[in-house]
């Protein structure tokens, strides 16, 4: 059974930073891309970042490139998500997810963890 728990998400000012985690077990997460993904209230799930499973691969959605870095160590199985300049819109829950292969989709990733809060507050 493949976990992914979600950490380093809450509430910021306006043009500050974050730094998510996501922790992995149960499935050899160094062959495996992940993705994160983000949904706000009343909005469906988006597509935040991908990374593939060597970790020279990202793409990242048009609303937070040059401000949202990927990442991942895999010694430690874990993926981040480095979050600056962080504007209100971007407060949703963050989701990582765990797939074959680098997507965009969110049907493309075969499990998930249970989602961090980030707030940004104006």
């Known amino acids: 059974q493949v976990q992914l728990v979600e950490s380093g998400g809450g509430l910021v000012q306006a043009g500050g930073s974050l730094r998510l985690s996501c922790a992995a077990s149960?499935?050899?997460?160094?062959?495996?891309?992940m993705g994160w993904f983000r949904q706000a209230p009343g909005k469906e799930r988006e597509f935040v970042a991908t990374i593939d499973a060597s970790g020279y691969g990202t793409y990242y959605a048009d609303s937070v490139k040059g401000r949202f870095t990927i990442s991942r160590d895999n010694a430690k199985n874990t993926v981040y998500l480095e979050m600056n300049s962080l504007k209100p819109e971007d407060t949703a829950v963050y989701y990582c997810a765990i797939g074959r292969f680098r997507a965009t989709t969110a049907g493309s990733y075969d499990y998930w963890g249970q989602g961090t809060q980030v707030t940004v507050s104006s």
């Open positions: 149960g499935r050899t997460f160094s062959r495996y891309a």
